[in-house]
Every structure is written in C-alpha cells, then in structure tokens.
C-alpha cells in the first residue's frame, strides 16, 4: 500500500490550489485526490527500473511510485511546485521542465507515467514523441486521462471542453488512435469506474465553493477511498449502466528509427 500520508497534517507548507491540480491533506480536496490516487496505486504494479513521472504536480504520485521503481524523476513546468515535492518526498527527483521538450536523455527510461495531463497539454503529440524518445526499447508508456463522454457528453472531438483548465478532451478510440499516430503499439485500454455509483464528481462541479457544499456532500467527500475507484481492463464490455470517469492507456514504443 502507498505511504503517501492521508488525512494527516503535510509536513511542509502545503501547495495553494489553482485549480489545475489535485493535492493531499485539503479536506474538500479528498475526493479528487482520491480518485488520482487510485490510478498511482494501480499504475504501482506495473513500475519498476528508471521512471517518469510526467506532470508530476505535488508529488504524491511520485512518491507512491518510488516504492518500487529503482529511481524516480518527478518532471513538472513549475519550478515552485519542484521545490515543495523536493522538500516532501525526499524519495522522488524532481526536474522542472517543458512537458514538451524534456530535458532527459534518449532511451533512458524504463517507464513513463502521466496521470489526468493529457488534457492539459496544447501539443500532445510532442508529449508523446518525447516519451518515445525517452523510452528504452521495450519500455511502457502509462498515460490516464477524463473520459470525454463522461466528462463532456455531447462535445465533438477537438472541441475545447468546459472545464476552463482543459485543451482537450479524448474518448477511448480517439486516445488510442492518437498513441498508434505517435509510434505506440501493443496498446491496451482500461477504464477508471464510478464504483460507488454517487456522481460525486457531478455533486461538486455543481457546488464549486466548499463553504456552500451541503452536509451530505462534505460528508460523502470524507467517506471516499481508492476502493471506491476500480480499475478494469475491459472497458468496452461494460454496460451502459457503468460510468467511467477516466481512461487508461498503456502502449510500448516503436524505437527502430530513433536509433
């Protein structure tokens, strides 16, 4: 299980919220980081040797990583955000760079990771290319992302989402179709679930200041684990009755003509 500390006072200046990332420790935080979380513990059994976290934020994935993996580089744009994941998690090697251009050596990873980024990013396909440069031959490439239908029902392709922190949105043939556009094969797809069936995410887009949220509301945000996120390898068997919140792509790269 991950040692990231839950519910517990952080043991730096925590980061300020801006909206665009998730962090631990903040109450009406919980179920977002929670949900993030998740992705990191099942992301877990797939790590090992030399990895990326790309979009690495607060750190706390990093840190659930580098239990495993023998080292651990943390890349995020923000230089402040580096120096906080610097000072937490002593475990993890923070890098400030371009999500586009990283400063990393060719072939030098084993793995990539990148958890709800992806619709972030203006350029993807640049994200992707460097993580194919960076890859060793034979490495994984494990990248989540918001299910657009989910998220955004009724938004076409290529539109830009509601969520004002979001270029761009992907469903699951989109997602993997841009993977195989960039030189990805072996590629498989899962899906993050609504397990508990509550909507919450729903409940707290609709009440975006905690101070108004209804009892009932800060009370579920408190109740939510990680349990209350499975994570299946068969997205496109499921019923329309489940709701998937975020998809998952893992895909190995094609390194022949970057040699």
């Known amino acids: 299980m991950a040692t ?34 998740a992705a990191y513990e099942w992301a877990r059994s797939f790590t090992h040797g030399r990895v990326l976290d790309a979009g690495s934020g607060e750190g706390y994935g990093a840190a659930v990583l580098s239990e495993v993996a023998d080292l651990t580089i943390a890349l995020d744009l923000d230089q402040p955000t580096c120096a906080h994941a610097r000072r937490r998690y002593p475990g993890i090697q923070p890098v400030a760079g371009n999500l586009s251009c990283w400063p990393l050596a060719s072939h030098s990873l084993d793995m990539v990771i990148s958890l709800q980024v992806m619709e972030h990013l203006w350029d993807p396909g640049s994200f992707l290319t460097e993580a194919r440069r960076c890859l060793r031959p034979g490495g994984l490439l494990l990248v989540s992302t918001p299910n657009r239908l989910t998220f955004s029902p009724g938004l076409g392709r290529g539109e830009r989402p509601l ?6 949105e992907f469903d699951g043939e989109q997602l993997v179709a841009l993977l195989a556009d960039r030189g990805f094969h072996t590629i498989t797809l899962s899906a993050v679930l609504d397990g508990s069936g509550a909507e919450l995410d729903q409940q707290l887009i609709g009440h975006t200041s905690p101070d108004q949220w209804p009892a009932t509301l800060h009370q579920a945000v408190a109740r939510t684990t990680t349990a209350d996120f499975p994570i299946t390898d068969r997205p496109n068997a499921l019923g329309s009755e489940h709701r998937v919140l975020d998809l998952i792509v893992t895909a190995r790269p094609s390194n022949d003509d970057m040699r």
């Open 4 to 37: 990231v500390p839950i519910g517990h006072p952080p043991t730096t200046h925590p980061l300020a919220l801006t909206g665009e990332r998730t962090v631990p420790d903040i109450a009406h935080e919980h179920y977002w980081f929670t949900r993030h979380l």
């Open 163 to 168: 969520n004002p922190f979001h270029v761009q």
